[in-house]
């Protein structure tokens, strides 16, 4: 694995580098890795508090060093306890002059131990007041009477916070020194790591996992824990986690009960991502709340990482009754880089589960009501049909889009567009095919709320800025120009939101011609002439889209990556050939107007031909006296039938239909 880091046997040190170059508050000693407060903030008749042990647990150490925490914070070498010598160095820099004297936190480890301890006693021995109070507080480890004792982990951040508050308040080093001795009786922590972290300079991690796999019980040096587990979920993760903090046979357990008050850190071992971490921490507080435990503080974050590792320490601080204070010292200022700095209400530090906000009246569904201009029964059954043959279309494409995605993009065009059909067939039956302006509302606010990602944004939108052309209450429309219209204003709007413009091997290639041509060949034929036209609006989409394959892309994920070698047409914009195709197909068999067929004139028997010479005679001798009469008549009746010819026509426009 590649590493942003120059030289690893200096990593350390440039890593110390770049921190003080970020707060100026802080000081870094030549030649050692101390960071102290500046002169300016440190006072020297308080307590000064020393923390530190191996580097890579980072923001541990130097991230602690603040106002109301520690006035000094002493690293080694990665995974290494410093030496004697700089943390010697330390305590001459916060304790010369300072009768309030020196406090010691370092990590139970027994090389901060020696270490910590051996830089102690030569300070005393140059006249020093300095105590030490090494931290553990792991409740993995199954007994007390080990030599070594409870590892020091990420519940060491609320004894230096507690005991920086009281120096930071005037209490005397003896006092301090007794109280983060029985803040560790109250305390535990426990780890879960899904993958090891690697070392500076090294490729591969110091342990591997296979998938549902984590070493559970863990401390912050990359070794394995207690046991490997398997598990499906955060949940069962959380729940093994506190099997271990709560493990009633055990003696270094976290006595909990019902009626107990506790803060909780949350504590990313460094390769966490941060949403999987706010779903430790929901499950850690739902798992302790349904023990009746009140979690009154939660701090999360990279407090004290172990490099990269992909894992979570919980840390809880059980709060009795006589130390409510611990909870006031929690919430003292400190100006520290790395504590977290919690949102609480405008009146409380109190930690609660808030209830959710109503979202009555927010909802975007509540502005589904039908109106706007009305389709009639036949329109709703083209609009019906041509939408579901638009959604079988992108079905049956799938893998063909996500081929064409391959290479430019992620792979998962065809997919996407899939799962937008899949969304908008599951409303189907509530969709309003009689109000456009409704309709198309309800298929943006489908493909916004179930696709994810750019796709979804710009089909919403399209449809979004369609639907304006609808909401009007006048009755007598050019249905064909409104479509076509609304059709353009949909492109106008990915346009301005989505910055690209046609030619830049988008869906705009596929829409803007259909559109350019539909606008074109004008509203003002019969019905079966608009759809002509739109038939012509269809392929010139499709010719649009196959001449994608010679553009270069200048918007869109595939604008970023070579695209070199690559010979085929955006699928984006094939897509939108395709579903184009398919519901004017349909939409076409639905409105087609077909000539009705001839009706043969009925045969007649042929007349006696006494009766015809009769007829003959009677019709000679009323010619004179009707002639003039008859030649006006058939002169109306001309008239009457060439309106009503006209009258038939009329009633086919494509507007009349809709």
């Not at 490099?307 to 709060?319: P, R």
């Not at 977290?340 to 569904?365: H, M, N, Q």
């Not at 009305?374 to 893998?399: D, F, K, V």
């Not at 010619?623 to 009457?640: A, N, R, V």
Request: proline share 4%; hydrophobic share 40%.
């Amino acid at each position: 694995m590649t590493q942003l880091i120059n030289n690893p046997n200096y990593v350390v040190d440039e890593s110390l580098n770049g921190f003080v170059m970020s707060n100026p508050g802080l000081r870094l000693v030549e030649r050692q890795r101390i960071v102290l407060l500046e002169t300016e903030q440190f006072q020297r008749d308080k307590v000064a508090i020393i923390v530190g042990g191996g580097a890579g647990h980072e923001p541990f150490g130097p991230g602690f060093v603040g106002r109301g925490m520690a006035a000094a914070s002493v690293l080694g070498g990665v995974f290494s306890s410093p030496p004697a010598g700089p943390i010697l160095a330390a305590i001459r820099a916060v304790g010369r002059d300072n009768p309030a004297g020196v406090l010691l936190l370092p990590l139970n480890y027994t090389g901060d131990r020696l270490h910590f301890g051996l830089a102690s006693e030569r300070a005393k021995l140059e006249g020093f007041k300095v105590k030490m109070v090494p931290v553990g507080d792991d409740s993995a480890v199954k007994t007390k009477d080990s030599a070594a004792g409870r590892r020091g982990l990420s519940g060491t951040l609320f004894v230096t916070k507690i005991c920086g508050a009281l120096a930071e308040q005037g209490s005397e080093l003896g006092k301090i020194k007794s109280e983060a001795k029985h803040i560790q009786e109250h305390l535990g922590s426990v780890g879960i790591s899904v993958q090891g972290c690697t070392l500076p300079g090294h490729s591969t991690s110091l342990f591997h996992l296979n998938h549902g796999e984590a070493e559970l019980g863990l401390g912050i040096h990359g070794e394995a824990g207690v046991r490997k587990v398997q598990f499906n979920n955060a949940e069962e993760a959380v729940g093994q986690m506190f099997n271990i903090l709560m493990d009633a046979e055990s003696p270094t357990r976290l006595h909990l009960d019902g009626d107990s008050d506790v803060a909780l850190i949350v504590n990313n071992l460094g390769g966490t991502s941060i949403m999987e971490q706010n779903v430790m921490i929901g499950e850690a507080i739902k798992h302790l709340e349904a023990f009746g435990v009140r979690v009154r503080r939660c701090y999360a974050g990279h407090l004290m990482t172990s490099l990269n590792m992909a894992g979570i320490q919980f840390s809880v601080l059980k709060i009795p009754g006589d130390k409510q204070y611990w909870f006031d010292l929690l919430d003292e200022p400190t100006n520290a880089q790395a504590w977290p700095k919690c949102v609480y209400t405008s009146s409380s530090f109190e930690r609660f589960t808030p209830s959710y906000i109503s979202d009555e009246g927010l909802r975007w569904t509540a502005h589904f009501e039908g109106k706007g201009l009305q389709l009639s029964e036949r329109g709703q059954i083209a609009a019906r049909e041509g939408l579901s043959a638009a959604l079988l279309a992108l079905r049956h494409n799938e893998e063909l889009l996500n081929t064409l995605d391959t290479g430019v993009g992620d792979g998962d065009c065809g997919t996407t567009l899939v799962n937008a059909a899949n969304a908008i067939e599951e409303l189907i039956g509530e969709l309003n095919f009689e109000y456009p302006y409704t309709l198309l509302l309800q298929l943006g606010h489908a493909v916004e709320s179930r696709v994810p990602g750019t796709t979804g944004g710009l089909y919403a939108i399209f449809f979004t800025a369609a639907a304006e052309w609808f909401d009007t209450s006048e009755t007598d429309v050019n249905w064909a120009k409104c479509w076509a219209l609304a059709w353009k204003e949909g492109i106008k709007e990915i346009i301005d939101y989505g910055g690209a413009k046609p030619g830049d091997r988008t869906m705009l290639d596929a829409l803007c011609p259909a559109s350019h041509r539909f606008l074109e060949e004008g509203f003002d034929g019969n019905t079966n002439q608009i759809l002509e036209s739109l038939g012509k609006a269809i392929a010139a989409a499709e010719a649009g889209a196959q001449e994608t394959t010679n553009m270069i892309a200048r918007a869109g994920r595939a604008s970023y990556v070579s695209q070199e070698g690559y010979a085929q047409p955006d699928a984006g914009a094939i897509a939108v050939s395709l579903w184009l195709r398919a519901m004017y197909e349909a939409i076409r068999t639905v409105l087609w107007e077909h000539e009705p067929e001839p009706v043969p004139e009925p045969t007649q028997e042929p007349e006696p031909l006494e009766e015809k010479q009769e007829t003959a005679e009677s019709d000679t001798s009323s010619s004179s006296s009707s002639s003039s009469s008859s030649s006006s008549e058939s002169g109306d009746d001309g008239e009457k039938m060439e309106k009503k010819k006209k009258k038939k026509k009329k009633k086919k426009k494509l507007f009349g239909i809709f």
